[in-house]
């Protein structure tokens, strides 16, 4: 797998951009604390009442030490840290911190497969599971309190999405992908995008990983522009990301979806011809001392007007001089097609600018004489 540019590799790749873009009213903000007791919690476990996020931020971290001395801080009584959950769908909370803690209580209460160990206090313990507790531990685990803090439906998507990325304590920051993983992950979006992403073709041409949703957020980048009518019709990528999200899951045009990944795969395929094997969306296609990383900007400007040409019969035979023009532009790094896909790339700006840019050139392309 190559690395991840604009320009950033996969190990720093928080985006930062969470900061909340338009303001809003701390009256819209709903978080309330409640009283969980334990045998609820596990309820709601045993059931899929709890999820976790769908890029699964490493739930299982701790080791049999560190998850055995939470069961026996549990059994001693002893006040655990608060839990954060978007209750948003009641049916199914989002855990937004306290994932380790969760998911030691699902696998020593539900699942059963966590055998106690290196205990402290309790050591008479050590080696039994849930089963063998005596009945006296069953009383203290049916009494046992958690405090939550939990955010409402009411509190706007976009104060959560900021919520959610302040809150999380649980490792790696998360970037702004994760995130919307995170908040939509019972809608078909999540699921249409891992279709697209598990797609052979897909997995080949584009070639990154999926570790940090990466490849999620390039194909949504595709469906954005290809959903959204009014073009740049939006503030910035993230905003317009955000909304595309939502959008799409709202799609219930079964046949439209087949239609989008279709499109965009054949689109990929068309790039190989034209810009040749492995160019990964890549500066190293123009700049041979570029390492080759892929470049998000030139992902979205590629893909979405290289799919708007109609003739793509007649632009492959023209393809030498494309490429000619292409690699100009790209080379020149104080061009205003390399700055925008360097610098701000993710303003309206410099969005607005090389989509103009390549449409351009790809018309002058084919209509020259």
Request: glycine share 2%; charged share 30%.
């Amino acid at each position: 797998m190559h690395e991840y540019e604009e320009d950033i590799n996969e190990n720093e790749l928080v985006d930062n951009n969470t900061d909340l873009k338009t303001p809003f009213s701390t009256k819209d903000i709903k978080i309330t604390n409640a009283i969980v007791l334990l045998p609820s919690l596990i309820n709601r476990l045993k059931y899929d009442e709890i999820v976790n996020p769908d890029f699964q931020r490493n739930a299982d971290l701790w080791t049999n030490k560190q998850m055995s001395r939470l069961i026996e801080s549990i059994l001693l009584k002893l006040p655990l840290p608060v839990f954060y959950f978007d209750v948003s769908n009641p049916e199914k909370w989002i855990i937004v911190d306290g994932l380790q803690r969760i998911s030691t209580i699902k696998r020593f209460f539900v699942d059963k497969k966590l055998r106690l160990n290196h205990l402290e206090f309790l050591v008479h313990l050590n080696g039994k599971i849930y089963d063998d507790l005596e009945r006296s531990y069953q009383r203290i685990i049916d009494d046992t309190e958690f405090i939550t803090y939990q955010i409402e439906a009411q509190t706007p998507k976009k104060v959560r999405y900021s919520i959610f990325n302040r809150i999380n304590t649980g490792g790696l920051s998360l970037n702004e992908q994760e995130i919307r993983q995170a908040l939509n992950q019972e809608g078909l979006g999540v699921k249409f995008l891992e279709n697209i992403c598990s797609d052979p073709n897909f997995k080949k041409i584009v070639g990154i990983s999926s570790k940090r949703m990466i490849d999620r957020e390039l194909a949504l980048r595709f469906i954005a522009f290809k959903l959204n009518n009014k073009e740049f019709n939006f503030n910035n990528m993230s905003d317009f990301l955000d909304e595309s999200m939502e959008n799409l899951d709202q799609i219930k045009n079964e046949n439209k979806l087949i239609e989008l990944k279709k499109e965009l795969i054949e689109t990929l395929i068309f790039s190989e011809d034209i810009l040749g094997e492995k160019h990964r969306f890549s500066r190293s296609l123009a700049i041979k001392t570029k390492t080759k990383t892929l470049n998000r900007s030139l992902f979205d400007v590629i893909t979405v007007c290289f799919s708007r040409i109609e003739n793509k019969n007649l632009f492959l035979t023209k393809k030498e001089l494309f490429l000619k023009n292409f690699i100009e532009i790209i080379q020149d790094e104080r061009s205003e097609f390399s700055k925008s896909i360097t610098e701000g790339s993710n303003s309206k700006s410099a969005i607005e600018n090389r989509f103009r840019i390549l449409n351009s050139l790809i018309n002058e392309v084919l209509y020259e004489n």
